[in-house]
């Protein structure tokens, strides 16, 4: 792969296929960088609209170029509809324009829009904590079934950052 450097972040491109490797930190910084993104949206390339945008018909695991474990795939911000792999340890790949998409739903609000969701569930589930210490008498214990994806008990203001900052990454 080719480096390639977008503001102070620094990237590797594969020339066969255009796709992007970011590690973390790149990543975060395009992310939190309104002059990187610029960078990532002057790019040269042709960008197709959201009506030709395909949905793959044979999903395939891609190896993390670090470490070739298979990385997952995950919409971005839980909700940009760019599907993009990403190796936990090591870093995020973009199949082509994927960046750039990410960036433009980060520059119309994106973030915002996710954060927003986001903080709305774990306001909803403070309530229905409380609402089952009103009716119990007691806090859910850790052993007690989840009433969600995320455990009641573990919801905290540090959770919450902690959860935030992994959708950057």
């Excluded at 960008?47 to 170029?65: A, D, H």
């Excluded at 829009?113 to 859910?140: D, F, I, N």
Aim: charged share 25%; hydrophobic share 40%; aromatic share 6%.
């Amino acid at each position: 792969m080719n480096a390639v450097i977008i503001g102070k972040a620094n990237l590797r491109e594969c020339p066969r296929c255009e796709g992007i490797w970011a590690d973390a930190a790149s990543l975060e910084q395009i992310c939190e960088d309104r002059e990187r993104q610029g960078a990532v949206l002057g790019m040269a390339t042709t960008l197709s609209t959201p009506e030709s945008v395909e949905i793959e018909q044979n999903i395939r695991y891609l190896p993390c170029p670090v470490c070739s474990a298979l990385m997952n795939r995950v919409n971005f911000a839980h909700c940009s509809k760019v599907i993009i792999d990403v190796c936990k340890q090591h870093g995020s790949w973009f199949d082509k324009d994927e960046l750039r998409r990410i960036v433009e739903f980060i520059r119309a609000g994106g973030m915002e829009e996710s954060r927003a969701r986001e903080t709305e569930e774990l306001e909803h589930r403070r309530r229905e904590l409380a609402a089952a210490k009103a009716a119990t008498g007691y806090w859910p214990a850790p052993t007690d079934p989840p009433q969600s994806n995320y455990p009641l008990w573990e919801i905290s203001l540090s959770a919450a950052a902690t959860f935030l900052k992994s959708l950057l990454r």
